[in-house]
């Protein structure tokens, strides 16, 4: 599976922007994907996940209620819906699509998460 995000870019405060991840790869509909986001001078973290069906997902508490995760396995893709954006979300905003087909468990860990894209900056000014 190949990956790649995009859709950041510079956004004021209480803004809006929705990410895109663009995957190739015939295994994409049967795994989960997430994105992760890497502040300046902090590590990665989780921020949201999705089953390979979209039939469930997680979301970290730091950005409940404001992210929203989707994907379109016609199209190949997962989105992050980003509302109320708050200066602290900004960060380098990469995809990553589990190693395990059809899993149901540790979605929400990096190590299970073989498939990388490149990240898409996104900034928040204040």
């Known amino acids: 599976v190949q990956l790649q995000a995009s859709g950041g870019g510079l956004v004021q405060t209480g803004g809006s922007l929705r990410l895109s991840c663009a995957a190739s790869?015939?295994?994409?509909?049967?795994?989960?994907v997430a994105w992760f986001r890497r502040a300046p001078g902090k590590e990665r973290e989780f921020v949201s996940a999705i089953r390979w069906s979209g039939g469930a997902t997680y979301t970290a508490d730091s950005v409940k209620g404001r992210f929203i995760i989707s994907r379109d396995n016609a199209k190949n893709m997962v989105y992050l819906q980003m509302n109320s954006l708050k200066p602290e979300d900004t960060a380098v905003y990469h995809c990553?699509?589990?190693?395990?087909?059809?899993?149901?468990?540790?979605?929400?860990?990096?190590?299970?998460?073989?498939?990388w894209g490149q990240g898409t900056l996104v900034t928040v000014s204040s």
């Open positions: 790869g015939s295994t994409f509909s049967s795994v989960a």
């Open positions: 990553a699509a589990d190693r395990r087909p059809y899993a149901t468990s540790g979605l929400t860990s990096l190590t299970n998460y073989h498939y």
